[in-house]
């Protein structure tokens, strides 16, 4: 059976979607089309239905599902072991995932050296919150994520990576600059927070309610959407807001940024790597994670 044919059906049926699941392949709609008459034709049944809206498999479709993915997985799995024998040079298209928090510096970094190293391949990094980045790893769309927290999904594995501490950051001249406050101080100061979906968000609402707390006691009036929308605001002056301390070293070392302590608070994440379930480490997987682990 063809595995082209396999793929195509199987973007069409997790995007619910012809043009969807063609922009996923890098193909056109067209060939996404005929991959899938000619695989129905060549099964003599309806795969999908797609009198509606979206794009719906069949009873017949989701038995072949099912069954596609346990082909593709091994297809995956066996030109991958043959890969990690060979000793040529790294090729192709490496594409990682990373949150806002490690992918703005940390991960950006690793990944240019590593490219520097391996000049024949293509590396591409994706930065999303920590949600969007495990959804996109548990479709197999990048083929490993770095996020700031473990969410549950069963699609993924998560292993710890570094660990990362979160601070709590302040414009120069700000009355917490350089002290130690409490968590009534925040409620009466203007505290910005990330999106849900954040990984550092979710650090501090699981650290807030072992404090019996939670994140409305503080008063929180800003919600920013991730990283580098929050931070623009601190910088000009505009509130306080949780970070990790990687992110905003170089701030801290040219005082733009000033880090206070939050008392009842000790606030220190793992970052973890993540990976679709059952999948597979390519060569460039393998020798990416090798080389950060030397490096962190």
Known sequence: MDTRQLAAFCAVVERRSFSQAAERLGVTQPAVSLQIRALEKRLGTQLLDRSGRRVEPTEAGMRLYRGAQRLLALEEQVVAEVGLESGDELTGTFEIGASTGPGGIVVAQLLCEFAEQHPDLDVRL?????????????????????????????????EPFFRDPVVLVCPPGHRFAGKSVSLEDLREDNLIVMQEGAGVRQMLEDDLRKAGKRMRDLGVRLELGLQESVLSAVRAGHGVTFISRRSVEADLAAGTLVEAKVNGLELERDVFVVRATGRVETRAVHAFLEFAREKL
């Open 126 to 158: 994706w930065v999303f919150d920590t949600q969007t980045i495990v959804e996109r790893v548990a479709a197999r769309e990048l083929e490993l994520g770095v996020v700031g927290a473990a969410r549950r999904h069963r699609g993924v594995a998560f």
